[in-house]
């Protein structure tokens, strides 16, 4: 992923992000889903960028690959998607 394709995805999900209202009370399920799939979404490609930034190569291919698998499969099995955030939090793989 280019420093070009990377602002990219970042601006879409935030534009995606914007685009939903802010109370997940007035969310529907899926829509509540989606939200939670931009969210994660982001949080991975600001980690890619910090770790470039950093010139982190470790960190930016583990959180490159983990972006793959997000936006592969991690839509269609959401316990992938939880067991990605959950390894985000912790700090790695």
């Known amino acids: 992923m280019t420093d070009e394709e990377l602002q ?20 529907s399920k899926e829509d509540r889903k989606r939200r939670y799939m ?3 979404k982001k949080d991975i490609l600001d980690k890619i ?6 010139n982190d190569k470790s960190q930016e291919l583990q959180n490159t690959m983990a ?5 592969s499969v991690g ?7 939880s067991l990605l955030k959950s390894n985000l939090r912790w700090g790695g793989f």
């Open 75 to 81: 839509e269609k099995h959401p316990y992938l998607a």
């Open 8 to 27: 990219k995805a970042i601006r879409e999900v935030s534009e995606s992000l914007n685009n939903l209202p802010e109370s997940d009370k007035s969310l």
């Open 38 to 40: 931009l969210l994660l």
């Open 49 to 54: 960028k910090e770790a470039r930034e950093k």
């Open 67 to 71: 972006y793959g698998l997000l936006t």
